[in-house]
């Protein structure tokens, strides 16, 4: 993700200990344009900790959730 803005900030940024940590990690994604496909990725490979595409543990989370539901509607 040569284009990404998380490239010039230091990585511990993207892994916050609170909310606040998390909000200022987010702005950095703000207007990033691999948002979408670094939020893919950690979607797929699971990962479980830090921000990610703009989006929290929490909401990435939720996003997978939504998904199964939405494969076993379809199924």
């Known amino acids: 993700m040569e284009r990404a803005r998380c490239r010039e900030v230091p ?4 892994f916050p200990s609170d909310g606040l ?5 987010k702005t950095v ?7 979408e496909p670094c939020l893919e990725y950690a979607l797929e490979q ?3 900790h830090g ?4 989006c929290s543990e929490r909401q ?5 959730r939504e998904r ?3 494969e076993v509607v379809a199924a």
């Open 11 to 14: 990585p511990n940024t993207f």
């Open 21 to 25: 940590g998390v909000e200022v990690a």
């Open 29 to 35: 994604c703000d207007g990033c344009t691999v948002t």
């Open 46 to 48: 699971r990962i479980e």
């Open 51 to 54: 921000v990610w595409g703009g």
């Open 60 to 64: 990435r989370r939720r996003i997978r």
């Open 68 to 70: 199964r539901r939405l």
